[in-house]
């Protein structure tokens, strides 16, 4: 299996920072990885497949970036929306996994 | 409009077997290309994959879980069924079902989730 080591878990941050997740893989996905936001009681949602392909919808603050075993979320500039838990996965191989996410907080 | 749906007991106990449906709309299992994975989330804690499978009936399993899981589809009902034998007290988790972007693996459509609690 691919693990992944998703950092921080926990980020504190003010509306109108940029603030980046980090998410590494113990080893080569190319650019198969998606990343998700997930606000308390919900379901994830898709923010970014293919490593930086923004799906449909999601506004242009967010972007992704990386290929190989090194990926980063970055958010441009904070909404009082954007604090919520988000994820890395991987979908280059079974079985799928998921990063431990990350908690952005309102500081 | 894609939506999913997952129904199931929300209680039961330790070495029962559990069964979860997702009734979905919008697309079909029938079409090439499609398929539905079950994802978990026990409370507080980060996701897990479980399991999915294709429109053309090939499955794959998470290999930590993959004795105890089963999963079907029904073409019909627009329908795909996860089974979990032996439940256990940290199987308690929101149990989620989730569209497939095929070929790829990424879950672009999501159910609301549904609580089972494993308790006796």
């Known amino acids: 299996a691919i693990w992944m080591t998703q950092s921080p878990s926990l980020l504190s941050a003010s509306t109108g920072d940029r603030v980046t997740i980090s998410c590494r893989m113990s080893?080569?996905?190319?650019?198969?990885l998606a990343w998700y936001q997930q606000k308390p009681g919900k379901a994830p949602e898709l923010l970014i497949y293919?490593?930086?392909t923004l799906q449909s919808g999601v506004p242009s603050r967010f972007s992704g970036s990386g290929s190989g075993t090194d990926f980063t979320l970055t958010i441009s500039c904070l909404q009082s929306e954007d604090f919520a838990t988000y994820y890395c996965?991987?979908?280059?191989?079974?079985?799928?996994?998921f990063g431990q996410g990350t908690k952005l907080e309102i500081k | 409009q894609i939506t999913l749906k997952e129904s199931g007991p929300t209680l039961v106990k330790p070495t029962q077997t559990l069964t979860l449906t997702c009734t979905f709309s919008?697309?079909?299992?029938?079409?090439?290309?499609?398929?539905v994975g079950w994802i978990r989330q026990p409370p507080g804690k980060a996701l897990e994959w479980l399991a999915l499978?294709?429109?053309?009936?090939?499955?794959r399993y998470s290999p930590s879980l993959k004795s105890r899981l089963t999963i079907t589809k029904d073409t019909s009902k627009n329908q795909v069924v996860l089974t979990m034998t032996n439940m256990d007290p940290v199987d308690t988790a929101t149990y989620y079902c989730?569209?497939?972007?095929?070929?790829?693996?990424?879950?672009?459509?999501w159910g609301q989730g549904t609580l089972v609690t494993v308790s006796s």
């Open positions: 996965q991987q979908y280059y191989s079974f079985p799928y996994t």
């Open positions: 989730a569209h497939v972007a095929a070929p790829w693996g990424y879950f672009d459509y």
């Open positions: 080893q080569g996905i190319s650019s198969y």
């Open positions: 919008g697309f079909s299992l029938s079409t090439s290309g499609v398929g």
């Open positions: 499978i294709y429109w053309n009936d090939d499955k």
């Open positions: 293919a490593a930086s």
